[in-house]
C-alpha cells in the first residue's frame, strides 16, 4: 500500500504571495492533520480534518487554511506569505473511522514539503 | 493546554550501547496516549513506540521500551543495542482521547538529536 505523498516536495515563493499544498492520504484512510516544523517553534499542529469537515485546528492566523475533498486529498493554503512561513509542512493520515476515537488511530506521516519563502 | 518537555538537546552514544531520552509533560488530564516518533534525515516522521495512559505495564517494541511513570508525568524512552540506523530526532509526542473543541493533534515536544558512534 502507498504511503501519504506530499506535493511538492520542494517550494520557494516571496513575501506576500500565496501557496497551496497537497496530501495524497493513504488509501482508504480518511482523516487527514497538518504539522508545520520550524527551527524555532518545532512541531505545531495546523488543522485535522476527517470526511471533507475541519474537526479541530490548531493556534494559526487565519492566513492558514485547509480544505478536504471526497477522496480524502487534502490542500493546505497559505495566503499573504511571511517570512516567518519558511518551514517543513508536514501530512499525515488516519484510518479513523470514529472521531470520537481519534487518539486510538496511529497517524502515519508523509515526507513534507519544505516551503522556504524570500 | 499540554506541554512536552524534552530536556535533552542532543544525545550521544557507542553502538551496541543503550540509551535513554527523557521527556516531561504536564497535563490535568487522566487519560491520553504519549507517543515516541522518530525522525531520520529524511524528515519523515516514524512511530517507535505508543503508551495508553491508563495502561501500567511498560509498552515495548523490539529494542525500544519505554518507562512511564504516570504521577512523575514522565515518559523516557530506552534503545538497546544501539545500531547506526537509530540516529536520528526523537520526538515525545502527547495526544489527548477527547476530541474536538480546539487543537486536538498530537503535542510535540522539541526534540533530541540522537547521535551513533561507531
Known amino acids: 500500500k502507498a504511503g501519504v505523498t506530499q506535493t511538492p516536495r520542494y517550494l520557494i515563493k516571496t513575501r506576500g504571495q500565496q501557496v497551496t499544498l497537497s496530501c495524497s492520504p493513504i488509501?482508504?484512510?480518511?482523516?487527514v492533520s497538518w504539522y508545520q516544523q520550524t527551527p524555532g517553534q518545532g512541531l505545531q499542529f495546523l488543522f485535522e480534518y476527517f470526511s471533507e469537515t475541519q474537526r479541530n485546528k490548531g493556534n494559526f492566523p487565519g492566513r492558514f487554511s485547509g480544505r478536504q475533498f471526497s477522496n480524502s486529498r487534502s490542500e493546505m493554503n497559505v495566503s499573504t506569505l511571511e517570512l516567518g512561513d519558511s518551514a517543513l509542512y508536514l501530512c499525515?493520515?488516519?484510518?479513523?473511522?470514529?472521531?470520537?476515537?481519534?487518539?486510538?488511530?496511529?497517524?502515519?506521516f508523509g515526507p513534507g514539503t519544505r516551503l522556504t519563502v524570500t | 493546554a499540554q506541554t512536552v518537555t524534552q530536556s535533552q538537546p542532543e544525545m550521544s552514544v557507542q553502538e551496541a550501547e543503550t540509551v535513554t531520552l527523557s521527556c516531561t509533560y504536564d497535563t490535568s488530564e487522566s487519560d491520553y496516549y504519549l507517543f515516541w516518533y522518530k525522525q531520520p534525515p529524511s524528515r519523515q516522521m516514524i512511530l517507535v513506540i505508543r503508551q495508553e495512559a491508563y495502561k501500567q505495564q511498560n509498552a515495548t517494541e523490539n529494542r525500544f521500551s519505554v518507562n512511564f511513570q504516570k504521577a512523575a508525568k514522565s515518559f523516557s524512552l530506552k534503545i538497546s543495542d544501539s545500531q547506526l540506523g537509530d540516529a536520528a530526532m526523537y520526538f515525545c509526542?502527547?495526544?489527548?482521547?477527547?476530541?474536538?473543541?480546539?487543537?486536538?493533534?498530537?503535542?510535540f515536544g522539541k526534540g533530541t538529536h540522537l547521535i551513533i558512534q561507531p
Open positions: 499525515a493520515s488516519s484510518s479513523m473511522k470514529d472521531p470520537g476515537l481519534a487518539v486510538h488511530y496511529e497517524q502515519y
Open positions: 488509501s482508504g484512510h480518511r482523516s
Open positions: 509526542a502527547y495526544r489527548s482521547p477527547f476530541s474536538g473543541g480546539g487543537a486536538d493533534g498530537l503535542t
